[in-house]
C-alpha cells in the first residue's frame, strides 16, 4: 500500500523537476503509466485483500502486546476499492487531458499525482494524525488545480474559497485530533477505539468528535459547509473535476463513517449518530437538488448535484447499516463514473464553444450528435436510470432507510435523483436540441454566467482520446450496476468498515475477522427497479418543466424560497467560515444534546 | 450577507463551539500533568534505536510516513505555487531590479551574519539524530539565511548566490529521496520506511540508523522547497509590468 | 491554571477565524488564518507538557535516558504542521495575488466573480 | 516556572489579537513577525526546543517575508492598473 503513494511521489517529483525539458508526450506517457501501474497494483490488493484485511506496519514497528508507536496502513475491501476508483478515475482524467490543457512545463501532471498520492494514503492510513497529513497533501494539491487557469479571474477565486475553508476545516480536525490525544495519548484508529470503547461519551469525546469530524464533513460538502465546492468545481479544469466530484467529496464522507466505526462506535451510541446524520444528509440533498435546479453555468449545475447527491450518500450512511452503506457504496461507484462523464462533456464543450452557460449555448450544439448521444445516457444514469450503478446502489439504500424505519427516505431519494437528473437533462435539450421556450441570456443577475476561460481552445472534430474517457467512465457506471455480484460485495465490505472492533483486533493483535453474514439482501429487486424507472421519468418531467416554464404560471410560487437560497450563496469567504461555525454548533446541539 | 448578520452567524456558532471546547478541556488531564501513554512508548523506542533526540525518532523512524506526507506537501506546494504565480501571457518575466541603496552597516551585518546562518543551519542538520534540530529546523535556518542577502539589499547577490535550477532539482531529489530511502527500507527490512542501517553507538552523530539519512534529506529538500518557493514570490514582485516598457 | 493553556489555544483559533469573518482583505484573511493554525500549536505543545522539571525530549551526553521529559510525539506533530503552515499560507498568498492581478481589488466584500 | 509559563501564554494570546486586529496587511507582516517571536518563547518555555527552532525560522522570517512580498505586489500591480486606466480616460479626453 505505501509503495502506490511512494511511486506517486517519485514520478511526480520526476516530472515537476524535469517537466520544462521533456516533451509533452512524455510528460503525458509518464503520467499515465504511473496512474495505470497505481490502479493495477490497488486491482491486486483488491483481489488480495478479498473480504478480509490484509495491513503492514510501516517502519517495522509492529505492536507488542498490543501497543505500538508507529503507523500502520490497512486496507479492507472498501479501502481498497477506494484505491482502485481514484487511481481509475485519474487515468481517465489524464487521457482525456492527453491533447487538453496547456501543462505549464509538467506543473500539472505533477499535481495530479501529488493529488493522487494524497487521496491513496488517505485512504490507507489507520492512524488519524496521518489522515490529517495525507488529507492536507490532497488539498494543497487540489487548491492549485483548481485556480490552475490564472488568467481566469474565477478561477483563483474559486481556489482561494476552498482553501482557505479546507485548510480551516483541516485545522480544526487536528484540534479535535490534539484533544483525543490529550485523553488517551494515541493516535492510531484501532487504539484509539481500543481505549475509548465503553467510555461515557463526555464534553470531552462529543467535543472531539465534532471537531474531527469538520474538516471531513467540510470535504464532504455537507450543508452547510458545501459551499466551496460549488465555487471550486465551476471553475476548476474539466479533468480535475472529475476527480473531485468522482471521489475527493465522496472521501470526506468515508472519513467521517471510517473514523465513527474504529473510534468512537464504543462510546456514542448510534441512534444519536443516526439522528444526526439523517438530518444533515436529507438537508444537505434538499439544498444541493434546489440549488441545481437553478443554475445555467453547467459546471456549477453539476456540482450541486453532487452535493445532492453526497445528500443521499450520507443517509445511506446514517443508517448504519450494512446494505445502507454497501447500497451507498454502489451507489458512489456509479456516480463516480456518470458524474464524471459528464464533467469532461462539459470540458468538451467548453473547449469548442468557450462557454457552458445553458442560455447562450441554446441550440448552439446541434452539431455534436455522438456528445449528445452519450450525454442524455449519463444524464439518464444520473437521475438513476437501470441497470446503471446509480440505480442499484440508490435501490439497495432506498430499502435499507425504509426497513430502517424512514419511509419518507425512498420519497427523497426519488425526487432528490429526478430534480439533479432533469436539470442536467434541462441543459441537454437547450444546448444540443434547442428545446424549450428561447431564453434571453441577458435575463438574471443573481447567479454566475457560464463564461469561462476554457482548459484549452478546439476547433474542428472532438479528439479521440477525449471521447474514449468519456466511453470509458459511462462503461464504469453501468458496470458497478450490472457485474453480478457487486452488491453482496459491497455489502461485505460495509460490514468489514463497520467492525471496529474486529479492526482493532486484527491490526494489532492479528486475531483473524469474524465471519461474514451469509446472504446480505443487496441486489436488484422490483420495487427498486421501478422507483429507479419512476425517478428517471420524473427527470423528464423536470426538465420538460424547466424548459417551458414560462407556460407554467405555478413554478413562480416557489420563486422568492429560490432567490433567498440563492442569495445565501454569496461566494464570500466570511460568509462561509460563519456558516461553518454554525454548523459546527448545530452538529454539537445534534450529537451532545441527547447525551447530556 | 451584510457584516452584522454574518457576526451575529458567527458569534452564535463560535459561542456554542466555544462552550463546548471549555468543557472539554475541563474533561482534559490537567496542563502539565504526567498522563502521556504515547511517550513511555516512544521515549524506549527511540533509545533501542540509538536516537537521543526523540522528537527526530518520532519525525523519522516511528512516525516516518506523517513526515513523508508533508514533506509531499512542500513539494506540491513549491510545484502548485511556481503554477500559480506563473507569468501570464501578458507580463514579460523579469528584469534587473535597482533596489536603491543600504547604508553600509547593515550591508555589514548582512554579509557577517550570512556565514554564521550557513554554518549554524548546517550543524542543525548534521546532529539532528543527538540535539535540538533536524531536517526541518536546519533546512529552514538555512533558507532563511540566504534570504538574508535581500534584507542586505542585494538581489542581484541573491539572485548570483541562488540560481532557482538547483535548488528545484534539490527540492525534488530530496522528495524523491525520502520515498526510495523508504523503498530500500521495505526491500531490506521487508517493511515500508524500516530502518535498515545499524544503530550504533548511543549519542552519536552516526548513531540512528535512517534517521540521520532522513533528516538530511528533508533538511535539503526544506532548503530547496523554501528558496524556489520564495523565489517565485520574488519573481512576482520584480516581474516588470507591460506598461512600464 | 489548570486549563488556562488550552483556553489561549481555544483563544487563538477563535479569534483566528474571527478576523477572517470581518476582514476587509484577503492577505488580512490569509494570515489570521495563521493565526487560527498557530492556535493548534500550542495546543499541541500545551497538551505534551509536564510540569516539575521535566526537560525536553532530547538526552545527551550528560542526561541518560528517562522517561521524565515532555511528550515528544506532540512536538513531532507541531512540527509537521509548522511547515504544513508555511506551504500553506504560501499557496493561498500565490492565489490571492492572482485574484488582485485579475479583478483588482482583494477586499471579499468587493469580489462577486461567484455568486447564487 | 508556572509564572512565566502563563505570563508567555497570555503574551501569545495578545500578540495573536494584535495580527488581527491590525487592519492594514502591511503592518500585519510585522505584528506577525513578533508573534512568531512571542510563540518562540512559548515553546522554550514549555521544553520544546525543536519546534522553537522550526518557528524561529517560518513564523518569523519566512511567512512574513511572503507577507510582505505578497503585498507589495499587489500595490505594483494596483499601481499599473491605475496608470493604465488614467491612460485609457486622458485617451477619452
Known amino acids: ?596 | 450577507m451584510t457584516r452584522p448578520a454574518r457576526l451575529i452567524i458567527f458569534l452564535l456558532g463560535g459561542g456554542v463551539v466555544a462552550v463546548a471546547f471549555v468543557l472539554a478541556t475541563l474533561d482534559l488531564p490537567h496542563f502539565g500533568s504526567d498522563h502521556h501513554p504515547y511517550r513511555d512508548l516512544s521515549v524506549p523506542a527511540a533509545v533501542q534505536h540509538g536516537t537521543a533526540n526523540v522528537v527526530s525518532a518520532v519525525n523519522f523512524d516511528q512516525r516516518a510516513i506523517d513526515t513523508f506526507g508533508e514533506e509531499s506537501i512542500l513539494i506540491a506546494s513549491v510545484v502548485g505555487a511556481a503554477a500559480l504565480l506563473r507569468p501570464s501571457r501578458e507580463e514579460t518575466e523579469r528584469r534587473v531590479p535597482d533596489l536603491g541603496r543600504t547604508l553600509e552597516s547593515t550591508r555589514l551585518i548582512g554579509y557577517v551574519l550570512l556565514p554564521i546562518t550557513l554554518v549554524l543551519g548546517m550543524d542543525v542538520v548534521a546532529h539532528g539524530g543527538t540535539t535540538p534540530g533536524g531536517g526541518f529546523q536546519g533546512g529552514v535556518i538555512l533558507a532563511t539565511g540566504l534570504h538574508l542577502l535581500y534584507v542586505v539589499g542585494s538581489y542581484p547577490a541573491l539572485d548570483r548566490l541562488r540560481p532557482v535550477v538547483p535548488f528545484e532539482i534539490a527540492d525534488g531529489a530530496g522528495a524523491a529521496s525520502f520515498a526510495v530511502v523508504g523503498l530500500i527500507g521495505l526491500g531490506s527490512t521487508g517493511a515500508f520506511l524500516g530502518n535498515f542501517l545499524p544503530f550504533g553507538q548511543f549519542g552519536q552523530i552516526l548513531s540512528t540508523g535512517t534517521v540521520q539519512v532522513l533528516s538530511g534529506v528533508v533538511g535539503v529538500e526544506v532548503v530547496g522547497g523554501m528558496v524556489v518557493l520564495l523565489s517565485s514570490f520574488f519573481e512576482q514582485e520584480i516581474a516588470v509590468r507591460p506598461e512600464d516598457r | 491554571m489548570a486549563i488556562y493553556a488550552y483556553l489561549v489555544a481555544g483563544y487563538l483559533i477563535l479569534i483566528g477565524c474571527f478576523g477572517i469573518i470581518r476582514s476587509r482583505h484577503l492577505v488580512h484573511a490569509v494570515v489570521c488564518l495563521s493565526i487560527a493554525q498557530a492556535g493548534t500549536y500550542v495546543l499541541l505543545i500545551a497538551i505534551g507538557y509536564q510540569a516539575g522539571g521535566a526537560s525536553a525530549p532530547v538526552f545527551g551526553s550528560t542526561t541518560k535516558p528517562n522517561k521524565h521529559v515532555v511528550d515528544p510525539v506532540v512536538q513531532a506533530m507541531a512540527l509537521t504542521d509548522i511547515v504544513v503552515s508555511a506551504t500553506v499560507t504560501a499557496l493561498l498568498l500565490a492565489l490571492a495575488i492572482q485574484i488582485n492581478k485579475r479583478q483588482g481589488t482583494v477586499d471579499p466584500d468587493e469580489l462577486a466573480a461567484l455568486k447564487g | 516556572m508556572t509564572v512565566l509559563v502563563a505570563v508567555a501564554l497570555t503574551v501569545v494570546a495578545l500578540a495573536g489579537t494584535a495580527v488581527v486586529l491590525a487592519d492594514a496587511p502591511e503592518r500585519q507582516a510585522v505584528t506577525l513577525a513578533v508573534f512568531g517571536v512571542t510563540l518562540v518563547v512559548l515553546f522554550v518555555v514549555l521544553q520544546a526546543p525543536d519546534v522553537a527552532l522550526s518557528e524561529l525560522g517560518i513564523g518569523t522570517a519566512i511567512v512574513p517575508l511572503m507577507v510582505m512580498l505578497t503585498i507589495r505586489t499587489m500595490w505594483k500591480d494596483r499601481q499599473q492598473r491605475e496608470r493604465r486606466e488614467d491612460r485609457r480616460s486622458e485617451g477619452d479626453a
Open chain 1, 1 to 596: 500500500m505505501p509503495v502506490l503513494v511512494a511511486a506517486c511521489v517519485i514520478v511526480a517529483c520526476l516530472i515537476a523537476v524535469t517537466g520544462s525539458v521533456l516533451p509533452r508526450w512524455a510528460i503525458d506517457s509518464l503520467a499515465i503509466a504511473t496512474v495505470s501501474g497505481v490502479t493495477l497494483g490497488a486491482v491486486v490488493l483488491l483481489v488480495r485483500t478479498g473480504s478480509d484485511r490484509s495491513y503492514v506496519w510501516l517502519g517495522g514497528w509492529t505492536p507488542h502486546r498490543g501497543v505500538s508507536v508507529g503507523i500502520a496502513f490497512v486496507a479492507d475491501p472498501m479501502s481498497a476499492a477506494l484505491g482502485v476508483l481514484i487511481a481509475g478515475l485519474t487515468t481517465c482524467a489524464l487521457l482525456f487531458s492527453w491533447h487538453y490543457l496547456d501543462a505549464v512545463g509538467g506543473h500539472f501532471h505533477a499535481l495530479m499525482l501529488f493529488f493522487v498520492a494524497g487521496m491513496e494514503g488517505f485512504v490507507f492510513s489507520a492512524d488519524l494524525f496521518d489522515m490529517v497529513v495525507f488529507f492536507e497533501l490532497m488539498g494543497a494539491a487540489a487548491y492549485a488545480l483548481t485556480g490552475f487557469h490564472v488568467e481566469d479571474e474565477t478561477a483563483v477565486e474559486g481556489g482561494l474559497n476552498f482553501g482557505l475553508v479546507n485548510s480551516l476545516g483541516a485545522y480544526l480536525s487536528l484540534t479535535g485530533v490534539a484533544l483525543l490525544y490529550a485523553r488517551v495519548g494515541q493516535l492510531g484508529l484501532p487504539q484509539l477505539g481500543e481505549s475509548l470503547g465503553h467510555q461515557r461519551p463526555d464534553a470531552l469525546v462529543v467535543t472531539s468528535f465534532v471537531l474531527v469530524m469538520t474538516g471531513f464533513m467540510v470535504k464532504g460538502a455537507f450543508v452547510p459547509f458545501h459551499f466551496w465546492l460549488a465555487d471550486a468545481h465551476a471553475v476548476a479544469p474539466a479533468p480535475v473535476c472529475v476527480l473531485f466530484s468522482g471521489v475527493m467529496v465522496e472521501l470526506g464522507l468515508y472519513g467521517v463513517a471510517r473514523i465513527f466505526w474504529t473510534v468512537y462506535a464504543g462510546t456514542i451510541p448510534e441512534d444519536d449518530i443516526r439522528r444526526a446524520f439523517v438530518i444533515i444528509g436529507a438537508v444537505t440533498a434538499v439544498v444541493g437538488a434546489v440549488m441545481c435546479l437553478g443554475q445555467r453555468h453547467f459546471k456549477r449545475l453539476l456540482a450541486f448535484s453532487t452535493i445532492a447527491h453526497m445528500g443521499l450518500f450520507t443517509m445511506g450512511f446514517a443508517v448504519l447499516t450494512a446494505d445502507g452503506l454497501g447500497g451507498t457504496a454502489v451507489y458512489v461507484l456509479g456516480h463516480a463514473g456518470v458524474k464524471s462523464a459528464l464533467f469532461l462533456i462539459a470540458g468538451v464543450l467548453l473547449a469548442r464553444y468557450r462557454t457552458i452557460d445553458e442560455l447562450e449555448l441554446y441550440g448552439v450544439a446541434r452539431e455534436q450528435r455522438l456528445t449528445a448521444g452519450l450525454f442524455f445516457v449519463a444524464a439518464l444514469a444520473l437521475a438513476g436510470l437501470p441497470p446503471f450503478g446509480t440505480a442499484l446502489g440508490k435501490s439497495i439504500a432506498e430499502e435499507a432507510m425504509a426497513s430502517a424505519g424512514y419511509h419518507w427516505g425512498p420519497v427523497l431519494f426519488v425526487v432528490v435523483s429526478a430534480m439533479t437528473g432533469g436539470a442536467v437533462l434541462r441543459f441537454g435539450a437547450r444546448a444540443f436540441l434547442g428545446l424549450g421556450d428561447r431564453p434571453d441570456p441577458e435575463h438574471s443577475e443573481e447567479t454566475t454566467t457560464g463564461e469561462e476561460e476554457p482548459d484549452e481552445r478546439l476547433s474542428g472534430a472532438v479528439p479521440f482520446a477525449m471521447r474514449a474517457a468519456v466511453v470509458v467512465l459511462l462503461v464504469g457506471g453501468l458496470a458497478a450496476g450490472v457485474v453480478p455480484g457487486i452488491g453482496k460485495a459491497a455489502a461485505h465490505a460495509a460490514e468489514r468498515l463497520m467492525d471496529g472492533t474486529g479492526y482493532a483486533g486484527q491490526v494489532l493483535s492479528g486475531r483473524s475477522p469474524a465471519p461474514l453474514l451469509p446472504e446480505p439482501a443487496a441486489v436488484w429487486t422490483g420495487a427498486g427497479v421501478w422507483l429507479s424507472l419512476l425517478s428517471t421519468v420524473l427527470a423528464v418531467l423536470v426538465a420538460a418543466a424547466g424548459l417551458w416554464s414560462r407556460r407554467l404560471r405555478w413554478l413562480d410560487a416557489g420563486e422568492p424560497v429560490m432567490r433567498r437560497l440563492h442569495r445565501v450563496h454569496t461566494g464570500h469567504i466570511g460568509d462561509y467560515v460563519a456558516w461553518m461555525f454554525a454548523g459546527m454548533a448545530v452538529m454539537v446541539v445534534l450529537v451532545g444534546l441527547p447525551l447530556v
